[in-house]
């Protein structure tokens, strides 16, 4: 039977160290995912999950158990991934590749499209929608990332970006209409 | 009919909608709406979700291997002691400050009795007597030179260095309050006003919640008029440290403190 959260948190906290392994070793996916989404890099991400679970152990005793932990550690994953990419200016080099390439930045992105004048197509599709990503601010972009692709209620991505619900709405929204004229071209050809 | 507005629709796409029973009846009998939806629908579903790459199932141990050696162990809480309470902030400057009291009352009252029983000794006790109210002074002068090097600090503060001010301030106070009453029991009205701003000040700094901001900290500086303290408390150090003096050298003094 699995060891409940709160259980190792409380077991951390009366000196057992390495009951915190356990943590790691439940929620370093989860985090691993959303800070790759988020960077657009895997050693960035790599990083980002090390700081997340590095900063969490320091905080644990701040840690309230009414919150679950998975969603504690995944609020400072969001922060300590915001952080790499002020840090790096991930903004300025995002592109896409052939290769996931981390020395250039650069992210594979599936393409099932067969012929060579769909992946003609599927190429300018994604880099329209690079350049698109590229424009929006970092709350917008991780306000939009946790909406689409991690499927997080505005609720939530108040609370991970530490600001209002009614913020967290606005920038989901600011992203969508900056990405909508962005994508714009598109609607043409498609 | 009004149509929806481009929020609307976002929070219906994404299953936020207060309402969604009537935007999908909107949606049915608008077509204008139903245009606009369908193709925010279509721009939203062309932006692919970003697929992490795949890490392997000892992927959270190698996390953990690399952060472990960095971490401290958590110390376990520890069993409270039946007088804890005493030692527990704010209560321990107060508990020393009290005891330390007790012990000059006590030190006074054996020496009184001791006089007594020792007629011999009773020719110097006059010189004693100057000898323990030197020894007053001294406290008093400490006190106030301690008292001045806060409001220093405190005209200076930034919010960084909360935490000691506030630590200093509690120490402080409970001990002024000892200063305070002794005082004003000798009939020093001025050493006596003057302690009282300041306990007000040490009140104010010990007990602000969430620590002190700057704008707190100049709403108190304006508030408490802390600079007229500080120099009515440098005035008045140097006057106990003239009165030290003055019982060092034998001289007459204005005024002592009676503990």
Redesign the interface.
């Known amino acids: 039977m699995e060891v409940h959260d709160h259980a190792i948190v409380r077991a951390?906290?009366?000196?057992d160290?390495?009951a915190?392994?356990a943590l790691?070793?439940?929620?370093?996916?989860n985090v691993?995912?959303v800070a790759?989404?988020i960077t657009?890099d895997?050693a960035d991400?790599d990083e980002v999950?090390?700081e997340a679970?590095?900063r969490g152990?320091q905080r644990?005793?701040s840690f309230e158990s009414r919150s679950e932990f998975g969603t504690w550690i995944y609020r400072i994953a969001v922060n300590c991934a915001l952080n790499m990419i002020s840090k790096r200016k991930v903004e300025a080099s995002y592109q896409i590749g052939e290769e996931?390439d981390p020395a250039q930045h650069q992210?594979q992105?599936?393409d099932s499209s067969p012929g060579p004048e769909r992946t003609l197509l599927s190429r300018e599709?994604e880099s329209l929608?690079a350049a698109a990503m590229k424009s929006l601010t970092a709350t917008e972009r991780t306000a939009f990332?946790l909406?689409?692709?991690e499927d997080r209620?505005?609720s939530e991505i108040a609370v991970a970006l530490d600001i209002a619900p009614n913020a967290a709405?606005q920038a989901?929204?600011r992203a969508?209409?900056k990405?909508?004229r962005s994508?714009a071209p598109?609607?043409v050809n498609? | 009919m009004n149509h929806l507005n481009?929020?609307t629709l976002?929070?219906y796409y994404?299953g936020?909608s207060d309402s969604p029973a009537a935007i999908d009846e909107h949606l049915h009998e608008c077509a204008e709406c139903a245009r606009e939806f369908n193709?925010?629908r279509?721009?939203?579903a062309?932006?692919?979700?970003?697929?992490?790459?795949v890490?392997g199932e000892d992927?959270?141990?190698q996390?953990?291997q690399?952060?472990?050696t960095?971490?401290?162990?958590?110390?376990?809480?520890q069993k409270k002691h039946p007088f804890g309470w005493l030692m527990s902030s704010p209560w321990k400057g107060f508990v020393a400050a009290a005891t330390a009291c007790l012990l000059i009352v006590a030190a006074f009252f054996v020496g009184r009795h001791w006089e007594h029983r020792t007629p011999s000794l009773a020719a110097n006790h006059s010189t004693s007597e100057q000898g323990r109210e030197r020894v007053l002074l001294v406290v008093l002068g400490d006190h106030l030179d301690r008292s001045e090097r806060l409001l220093v600090e405190l005209r200076h503060a930034d919010p960084s260095t909360e935490a000691p001010l506030q630590a200093e301030a509690r120490d402080l106070l409970s001990s002024n309050r000892l200063y305070r009453e002794s005082v004003k029991q000798s009939g020093d009205p001025t050493l006596a006003t003057a302690l009282d701003h300041l306990e007000r000040v040490l009140i104010e700094v010990s007990n602000e919640p969430g620590g002190l901001s700057k704008a707190r900290l100049d709403e108190l500086q304006k508030e408490m008029n802390t600079d007229g303290l500080l120099f009515e408390v440098r005035v008045l150090r140097s006057r106990v440290q003239g009165d030290v003096e003055g019982k060092g050298t034998g001289a007459t003094t204005t005024k002592g403190v009676y503990l």
Do not use: C, N
């Open positions: 951390v906290l009366a000196g160290k390495e915190y392994g790691v070793a439940r929620h370093s996916q691993f995912r790759f989404r657009g895997e991400a999950v090390q679970f590095l152990y644990l005793s996931t992210v992105v599936a599709i929608q990332i909406r689409h692709m209620s505005s709405k989901v929204f969508v209409q990405l909508r994508l598109l609607r498609l | 481009q929020q976002l929070d994404y936020e193709a925010l279509s721009d939203l062309a932006i692919p979700v970003l697929s992490a790459p890490r992927y959270g141990q996390v953990w690399s952060i472990r960095s971490l401290p162990v958590y110390e376990a809480p």
